[in-house]
Structures are given as C-alpha cells and as structure tokens.
C-alpha cells in the first residue's frame, strides 16, 4: 500500500492505495475510524491521479458521481452497506432505516447499518455523508458532523442548479 494527502475544502484528505492502484480508503483529519498512518506504507503524492482529479471536480463543483477502482476491505454486511451508499443520489440523503429497508432489512437494523456506515474507509466516494438520522438530522461522521455538513451543503447548493 501506499498513501497521499490532497488538500481539499474540508481539510487534508489522506488517499491510500492498493499495491494494484486501487483506492482503499480517504481519511479525513482526525478521522474517527482510521487505521494508524504506519499501515499505510510509503507517502507518495503522485499515485491515485484519478482520484485526486476526480475529487478536484468533486468540490469545484463539476463532478456528481465518481469512477474510481475501489478496493473496500470489510465485512460482508459492511461491504454490503457500503455498496448501496453508492446508490445514494448526489445532494440528496437518507435514513439509516431507510437504508436498512433497501437492503432488505427491517428498519430495526438501522443501528447495524449505522455502524457499518461509520466504518466506511472510502469517504466522500462512498458517501456515508448523505446518510441521516430518522428526523432529518446530522448524526455521527467519522471526519466530524462539521464536515458532513459541509459536504452537504456543497452538493445541495450545486443540485440546485
């Protein structure tokens, strides 16, 4: 593996690489849930070049889906969870039940596919942003609800146009 940091709008983002040039995580600073820097092997600016520009898009505004390789490392029901994520529309969200009910669960998981969602190493791509309490409001994020907020605010502000 091995690892870059892009500056963007909500701080550095650390890219982490597969040995096959796949993405495997994006770490917001001070994320909650990621692994320790020395897993991630040698820094190199210069790898993941379609992320890094696929991101640049992202936030200046002129890019709503992505279409990176992903290598997501996880549990079955995680990996699961993190695959609907994708089918989240840009600058829209939904309800951890909700979510639980697309996946064929009862709207009783949303606990399991709130903890699921919160360990989602690919953030921003697999947007576990757009996920949302019952009521609407911000519930846990693994970079900070100030940055989900902000990423919520970026694509609802670009959806109205």
Avoid at 27 to 49: A, K, S
Avoid at 72 to 93: H, K
Wanted: glycine share 12%; hydrophobic share 35%.
């Amino acid at each position: 593996m091995t690892y870059a940091v892009m500056d963007s709008p909500v701080g550095p983002l650390t890219l982490v690489g597969s040995d096959d040039g796949e993405l495997m995580g994006i770490y917001l600073e001070q994320h909650r849930h990621q692994p320790p820097v020395e897993t991630f092997g040698e820094r190199d600016d210069t790898i993941l070049p379609d992320v890094v520009e696929q991101l640049r898009e992202y936030f200046e505004g002129t890019r709503t889906t992505f279409d990176v390789r992903l290598k997501l490392v996880g549990t079955p029901f995680q990996r699961e969870v993190w695959e609907a994520l994708q089918d989240i529309p840009y600058g829209e969200t939904t309800t951890y039940g909700e979510l639980a009910v697309h996946l064929g669960k009862t709207p009783q998981s949303s606990r399991a596919v709130g903890l699921a969602n919160g360990k989602n190493p690919v953030s921003i791509i697999v947007p576990c942003h757009r996920v949302v309490g019952s009521t609407g409001s911000l519930t846990g994020y693994g970079g900070g609800l100030d940055r989900k907020q902000q990423l919520l605010d970026h694509e609802r502000a670009d959806a109205l146009f």
